[in-house]
């Protein structure tokens, strides 16, 4: 099974702060790494697939990047919206995994 | 609009059975893999199962295996999750979710339902 690691457990920023969530896959899954968010009580929703691709409708100020098996998310200018859980997802093989996930609060 | 209604959840004794069902709307159903995913409470996503398109191939998480059945009707848009052998473990929130693909690898998820609650306690 693929092992998806997350870095930080967890972060504190201020609004207008750019922050960098990563993530590391425990052997290579070439660009099939997909970022989610997740808000208290709410299903996730994609932000990022194949890697670098922002999903239709979501602000441009998210974007990842990586390939193989480092991979990071950032957001250019943190918003007050953004505050919640992020987690990583590998679908390069089944069993399909999920990293521990981030969550990013107010400081 | 693409809907993902999850029902079925509910609360069960440790060894018992229960079976989920998602009644998918707004897409051609048999043109996408699904999956289902849960979240225990507090805790993370984990992935449980998928099932292609076509219904073909089925996969499962090693924590679920032998114990969950996962099935589609692709003539009635519905997904199904035949859980048994229940334990406390199994405890969450199961959510019902659409690939962006026909093969359960290589896409993402682009739809999610609302979730249904198991509970597993005695």
């Known amino acids: 099974d693929i092992q998806m690691t997350q870095s930080p457990s967890s972060l504190s920023a201020f609004v207008g702060d750019r922050v960098t969530i990563t993530c590391r896959a425990s052997?290579?899954?070439?660009?099939?790494l997909n970022w989610y968010q997740q808000k208290p009580g709410k299903a996730p929703k994609v932000l990022i697939y194949a890697a670098s691709s922002l999903q239709s409708g979501v602000p441009s100020r998210f974007s990842g990047s990586g390939s193989g098996t480092d991979f990071t998310l950032t957001i250019s200018s943190l918003q007050p919206e953004d505050f919640a859980t992020y987690y990583c997802?590998?679908?390069?093989?089944?069993?399909?995994?999920f990293g521990q996930g981030t969550k990013v609060e107010i400081k | 609009e693409v809907q993902l209604l999850e029902s079925g959840g509910g609360l069960v004794q440790p060894g018992g059975s229960l079976r989920l069902s998602c009644a998918a709307s707004g897409f051609t159903f048999s043109n996408y893999a699904m999956s289902w995913v849960r979240q225990a409470p507090g805790k993370g996503l984990e992935w449980v199962s998928g099932?292609?398109?076509?219904?073909?191939?089925?996969y499962y998480a090693d924590s679920v295996k032998g114990r969950f059945t996962i099935s589609r009707d692709n003539s009635k848009s519905t997904l199904y999750l035949q859980m048994s052998s229940l334990r406390a473990e199994d405890t969450a929130l199961y959510y019902c979710?659409?690939?962006?693909?026909?093969?359960?690898?290589?896409?993402?998820?682009?739809?999610w339902g609302q979730g249904t609650l198991v509970t597993v306690s005695s």
């Open positions: 979710v659409k690939n962006r693909g026909y093969t359960v690898t290589k896409y993402y998820f682009d739809y």
């Open positions: 099932i292609s398109g076509s219904g073909g191939s089925t």
């Open positions: 997802q590998q679908s390069y093989s089944t069993p399909l995994t």
């Open positions: 052997q290579s899954i070439s660009t099939y």
